[in-house]
C-alpha cells in the first residue's frame, strides 16, 4: 500500500468519493452516521444534486449547511422539507417502501453483506461492545437497496460475523416484501458487488494503486473478482475540494 | 381553570422519580434534559431501569454515577463521536457491577412506545428477519398476520413509570411546545405514568392556543412544570443554542478514566447545587459560541370562526 500512500489522497477519502458516485441517479436516500454522512453530503453537491437526504431523527429533504457532526444535528432541520415524528419517519418512508437507497456502515460483514454492529465476541459478555442496531436492521431490510460503507480488514471482512444485526442476502432468496438488500460494498481498498444468482460478494472495481493481493490480503474468504474489474477512478480536484473545505474541517473527519 | 403545576427541578424529581422506577428522559439528539439527569444523580437515585433510543451522554453520565441497574435501549453511542465508556465498563466487564440491558433497533423502540402510549399489548413492524436480535432479547416475537399470513415481529409496550422531557416552550399546566426534531418525546408523555415537562420559557396558555399545531404534548398528562433554561447543554434546543459538540468530544476522555469521571460529576454536578449554577459555571464565551443565529417560520392563518 506504499504506492497508495503517495498520491494526494487517503484510502478513506477515496472511500468516500467512490461512495458518493454510487449515488448517481438516485433520489431518496437514508443517511447513516459517520462516513455515509459524508459520503450523501458530498453526493449532493456533485453526482446527486436532486438527492433527497432522509435522517432517521425524523427529517426528509435535509439541506444541511454544515456537515452535522451528529445525525441529529440542528442543521439538518433549518430549510428542510420536513420533520416527522420517528415513527413516521420510520413507518411511512421506510416501512412503505419509499426509501431508495439506505447507507450503512458496519464492523463485520461476511461474503452474503450480513453485517455486524452489535458485540464481537458472545453477545452475553461480549469482548467489545458495539452501538448496536440503531435503525440498521430495519433498513437492511426495508431499502429499496442498501450500500455499506466501511473499512476492510481480516478483522471487519470475516467468514463468519459474531453477531447478526442487520440480514444481507442470507443464503438464500429475500422475501418479495423486503428490499433488493446490499448492492453495494465501499472500502479503502475497492467498490464490491453482489452475484445475482448466489448473492455472494464479488470484487468490481480495484482504487488505484490497490492489487488484488492487497484485498486477499484484507479479507477472511477466498473473494469472488468480477470478469470485467476495473480500476476506481481517482478523486477530481473538485471532489477533494469539496469534501476537504465544505465538509472536512470542522465537520466529521476523514481520516 | 387550572392550577399551576410549576415547581423546581430539585421538587419536580424528589415528587416524581422514585428508587426502582422504570423512566425515559427522551429526545433524539435534540431536547435531551441533562438538567434532569444531573438532579436524580444528586439526589441520589438508585436501582432505576433507564430507557432511551440512544443513551448519549445522558445515561453514561447517570449509569456512570450508579443510579441505573437496568438500560433499554437501541444505539448505544456518543452519537459523532464513539463510545459510551462508563456503560461499556459494566457491560465489557462488569466494572463496578453487572448492567442488565434490553435491547431492541430503533423502529423497535418507536413501536414499543406507540404500545405504551396506545395501551396495546404489542406493536408489529417488519424488521429483525434473519438477524440475531429476538434470539439475545426473547421479547421480540415473530408472528403472523391473521389477515394474510405475513410475517412481522411483535414488541411489547413501554409504560414508563416516569418520563421526562423538554420542550422550547410550555405554559403552567403542561401543555408543551416543540418545534425541530421532534422524536419519540409524545409518545413516551403518553405512555408514562407520570410526567415531567421541562422547558426553555414558560408562556401563557394564550401563546399555545394561538398556535396549537405546535403543541407536542397536552397538559392533561403532564404532572410537572420545571422552567429551566438551557437544560439541554450539551444537547441542544432549536432556535435556543446550538448542540455544544466540543463537548461530545471531550466525554471520550472524561468517560474513559473512572477517576476522571467521579471528578468531572463532583465538579459539574455534586458540586453544585441547581443547573443555574452550572449554567453559570460554564460561562459567557462559551455560551456566546452555542448562540444559534436566526431563522423564522412565516406565520400562518388559522382563521376567525366565530
Known amino acids: 500500500m506504499s504506492a497508495a500512500e503517495e498520491r494526494p489522497y487517503t484510502p478513506t477519502e477515496m472511500m468516500i468519493v467512490a461512495s458518493a458516485r454510487q449515488l448517481a441517479g438516485e433520489r431518496i436516500c437514508f443517511v447513516g452516521v459517520g462516513p455515509p454522512n459524508i459520503a450523501c ?49 420510520f413507518a411511512y418512508y421506510l416501512q412503505a417502501g419509499r426509501i431508495d437507497v439506505g447507507f450503512l456502515g458496519a464492523s463485520q460483514i461476511d461474503r452474503f453483506g450480513n453485517i455486524n454492529t452489535t458485540t464481537i465476541g458472545e453477545y452475553a459478555h461480549p469482548t467489545v461492545r458495539l452501538p448496536g442496531s440503531g435503525g440498521a436492521c430495519e433498513i437492511a431490510i426495508n431499502a429499496r437497496k442498501v450500500f455499506v460503507i466501511m473499512p476492510q480488514s481480516k478483522r471487519s471482512f470475516v467468514e463468519r460475523i459474531d453477531f447478526v444485526t442487520s440480514p444481507g442476502h442470507l443464503t438464500g432468496k429475500r422475501p418479495a416484501a423486503w428490499g433488493a438488500g446490499p448492492s453495494a460494498v465501499i472500502t479503502g481498498l475497492g467498490v464490491y458487488g453482489f452475484d445475482d444468482e448466489t448473492g455472494e460478494m464479488e470484487l468490481a472495481s480495484l482504487h488505484p494503486g490497490v492489487t488484488l493481493g492487497d484485498v486477499r490480503e484484507a479479507t477472511g474468504w477466498e473473494m469472488r473478482v468480477a470478469g470485467d474489474v476495473r480500476e476506481t477512478p481517482p478523486p477530481s480536484d473538485e471532489e477533494l475540494r469539496l469534501m476537504r473545505e465544505e465538509l472536512g474541517p470542522g465537520g466529521a473527519s476523514t481520516r | ?45 438508585r436501582d432505576l431501569t433507564l430507557c432511551r433510543m440512544t443513551p448519549d451522554v445522558i445515561y453514561d453520565q447517570m449509569i456512570g454515577a450508579g443510579v441505573a441497574s437496568k438500560l433499554v435501549f437501541s444505539w448505544l453511542g456518543n452519537p459523532g463521536v464513539g463510545s459510551l465508556h462508563a456503560i461499556r465498563r459494566r457491560l465489557e466487564r462488569a466494572d463496578p457491577e453487572p448492567l442488565e440491558i434490553e435491547e431492541y433497533s ?53 409504560n414508563p413509570d416516569v418520563t421526562i422531557v423538554h420542550a422550547q416552550r410550555a405554559d403552567a399546566s403542561g401543555n408543551a411546545q416543540i418545534w425541530g426534531l421532534l ?124
Open chain 1, 41 to 89: 453530503n458530498l453526493a449532493k453537491r456533485t453526482v446527486s444534486p436532486d438527492l433527497e437526504l432522509v435522517y432517521e431523527a425524523g427529517v426528509f429533504g435535509s439541506v444541511p449547511a454544515r456537515l452535522p457532526l451528529s445525525i441529529g444535528d440542528p442543521t439538518l432541520v433549518t430549510g428542510s422539507l420536513q420533520v416527522t415524528s420517528m415513527f413516521e419517519l
Open chain 2, 1 to 45: 381553570m387550572t392550577t399551576s403545576k410549576v415547581t423546581s427541578m430539585h421538587d419536580a424529581v424528589a415528587d416524581l422519580v422514585r428508587d426502582g422506577d422504570t423512566m425515559a428522559i427522551e429526545g433524539f439528539t435534540h431536547l435531551i434534559c441533562f438538567a434532569a439527569g444531573h438532579e436524580i444523580i444528586r439526589q441520589g437515585r
Open chain 2, 106 to 158: 430503533h423502529f423497535g423502540m418507536v413501536c414499543r412506545y406507540v404500545a405504551g402510549a396506545s395501551r396495546l399489548p404489542f406493536f408489529p413492524l417488519r424488521s429483525y428477519f434473519e438477524s440475531d436480535l429476538p434470539k439475545a432479547n426473547p421479547r421480540i416475537v415473530r408472528m403472523e398476520s391473521p389477515y394474510d399470513g405475513e410475517p412481522v415481529y411483535a414488541v411489547p409496550p413501554l
Open chain 2, 183 to 306: 422524536g419519540c418525546q409524545k409518545e413516551a408523555a403518553f405512555a408514562a405514568s407520570r410526567v415531567i415537562v421541562v422547558c426553555e420559557e414558560l408562556v401563557g396558555e394564550a401563546v399555545v392556543r394561538r398556535d396549537p399545531n405546535r403543541t407536542a404534548i397536552p397538559g392533561i398528562v403532564v404532572d410537572a412544570v420545571v422552567v429551566e433554561p438551557r437544560a439541554c447543554h450539551p444537547s441542544y434546543a432549536q432556535g435556543y443554542y446550538d448542540r455544544d459538540n466540543t463537548f461530545y468530544r471531550d466525554w471520550d476522555a472524561v468517560a474513559r478514566d473512572p477517576s476522571v469521571l467521579e471528578a468531572w460529576l463532583g465538579e459539574w454536578v455534586y458540586g453544585l447545587a441547581s443547573h443555574a449554577e452550572y449554567v453559570e459555571k460554564l460561562g459567557a464565551e462559551r455560551w456566546a459560541s452555542l448562540a444559534a443565529g436566526e431563522a423564522w417560520s412565516d406565520p400562518v392563518n388559522y382563521g376567525e370562526y366565530a
